[in-house]
C-alpha cells in the first residue's frame, strides 16, 4: 500500500477549503481513501483529512483510540473506522470542554483547544450511504479537528491563549515538575 506525504502550513494546500466529493464511489476516490487509512495508521494518528495529503476534497478518515478495560488493558475491537465524506456538524452543545491535541501536519507540538462536547454529524460514508453520527467527548473533539481540515483551519487557530502550545519534549518536562512538585509536597505532609 502506497503511504502518502502528509503536508505541513509549509505547504499552503493545507490552507485551501476543500471541495464536496461528487462521485463516492468512483475507484480513484476509493483508492485514495484505502491509502488516507494506512497512512493515518503508519504515523499512529487517530485522525486525516484529504487536505492533509494535499487532496482538497471533503474527505477525513478517523479510528478512534482504543477503549480500555478496568485493567488497563485493551478491549479488543473496540477501535471505530470511519469514513466520512461530505460532513456537516448539524448541532453542536452550548458546553465546551478543553483538551490538549496535536496534528500529524505539526509534528512534535501540542497545544490546548475547547471544543464542543457534544455533536451530530451528517455525511456519507465509503459506499455512499448516509452516516448519522452522535459524538461525545474525544470522538467528538477529533471529529472537529478533522472536519476544520477541510476548511483550512488548523487546532492552532483555536488555542485557549498563545502560550498554551508546547513542543512534546517541553510538555513531558512540564509534566515531570509537577509530579515531583506533588511528591514533595506529599513529602512534607509525612
Ligand atoms: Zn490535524
Known amino acids: 500500500m502506497t503511504l502518502l ?3 505541513t502550513p509549509a505547504n499552503p494546500a493545507l490552507r485551501h ?7 463516492v464511489k468512483e475507484p480513484q476516490l476509493q483508492q485514495l481513501i484505502d491509502q488516507m487509512i494506512a497512512t493515518m495508521r503508519h504515523a499512529h494518528g487517530v485522525g486525516l483529512a484529504a487536505p492533509q495529503v494535499a487532496q482538497p476534497l471533503r ?5 478512534t483510540p482504543a477503549e480500555v478495560d478496568d485493567d488497563g488493558e485493551e478491549i479488543p ?6 469514513t466520512v465524506i461530505n460532513p456537516q456538524i448539524t448541532w453542536a452543545s452550548r458546553k465546551m470542554v478543553l483538551g490538549i ?4 501536519s505539526i509534528p512534535g507540538y501540542l497545544g490546548e483547544v475547547a471544543r464542543h462536547q ?4 451528517e455525511a456519507l460514508d465509503r459506499m455512499g450511504r448516509k452516516l448519522s453520527l452522535s459524538l461525545k467527548g474525544w470522538d467528538a473533539r477529533i471529529f472537529q479537528h478533522e472536519i476544520d481540515h477541510l476548511d483550512g483551519i488548523l487546532y492552532t487557530d483555536r488555542l485557549t491563549a498563545p502560550e498554551n502550545f508546547w513542543s ?15 511528591q514533595e509536597s506529599k513529602g512534607e505532609r509525612e
Open 168 to 182: 512534546e519534549e517541553e510538555l513531558r518536562k512540564q509534566e515531570e515538575e509537577e509530579e515531583k512538585r506533588e
Open 118 to 121: 457534544a455533536i451530530k454529524v
Open 77 to 82: 475491537d473496540s477501535r471505530k473506522l470511519y
Open 5 to 7: 506525504e502528509i503536508i
Open 17 to 23: 477549503k476543500a471541495n464536496p466529493v461528487e462521485r
Open 59 to 63: 474527505l477525513v478518515v478517523i479510528e
Open 101 to 104: 491535541e496535536g496534528c500529524l
